[in-house]
């Protein structure tokens, strides 16, 4: 097997326990697609060095970051927010040295407040966090949010690429969003 596609599908099938990949690769010949999807769609991490000699380094702090978990198998519920614009839309499990951003949008006619309740596993007791936000109280998003925000949401499109193929649909939504606002994908060149 040697196209990145089937290779991610397969790995991402064969993970029926739902495990975090991490990937790492070093060098100015990795396959960057391959090792970002394969952690993406396992809710895992990657790390991609430009020059070898920086991995000896860089390997152990990788690695090092996700060594205490604190929140594993998480389920999230926005309440009455627009699922279909947030994202990640698999949350990835939370470690101690970590952090983990989550990006989307609201009506503020129609949504008044921010509830987001994380259900998972913290060692092997079921766990629940709820996070609570006015959203009147939040300041004007600046450019640069909305910029990571559909970041977010073309990995997510360009990983449903991975899964159902090219589509019509799929492509014309991110050439939509990379023209929007500014980001480049490999769907530029």
Do not use: M
């Given at each position: 097997m040697q196209d990145s596609r089937e290779v991610i599908n397969a790995v991402t099938a064969e993970n029926s326990l739902h495990n975090s990949v991490f990937a790492f690769g070093a060098g100015n010949t990795v396959n960057r697609y391959l090792l970002d999807f394969i952690a993406y769609r396992n809710i895992g991490r990657s790390c991609i060095l430009p020059n070898m000699e920086d991995t000896t380094a860089k390997l152990p702090a990788f690695f090092d970051e996700f060594s205490d978990?604190?929140?594993t198998d998480i389920k999230a519920d926005y309440g009455r927010?627009?699922?279909d614009e947030i994202f990640p839309r698999s949350i990835p499990n939370f470690y101690r040295k970590g952090a983990v951003k989550v990006y989307g949008r609201f009506d503020p006619e129609k949504d008044k407040q921010f509830v987001m309740r994380l259900t998972g596993r913290a060692g092997s007791k079921e766990k629940e966090l709820i996070f609570r936000a006015k959203l009147g109280d939040a300041g004007q998003a600046t450019g640069a949010i909305a910029s990571d925000w559909a970041f977010a949401k073309a990995y997510y499109i360009i990983g449903?690429?991975?899964r159902q193929g090219e589509t019509p649909g799929l492509i014309g939504?991110?050439?939509?969003?990379?023209?929007?606002?500014?980001?480049?994908?490999?769907?530029?060149?």
């Open positions: 978990p604190l929140l927010i627009d699922h449903e690429i991975s939504e991110l050439k939509e969003l990379s023209a929007k606002y500014n980001i480049r994908t490999i769907y530029n060149q």
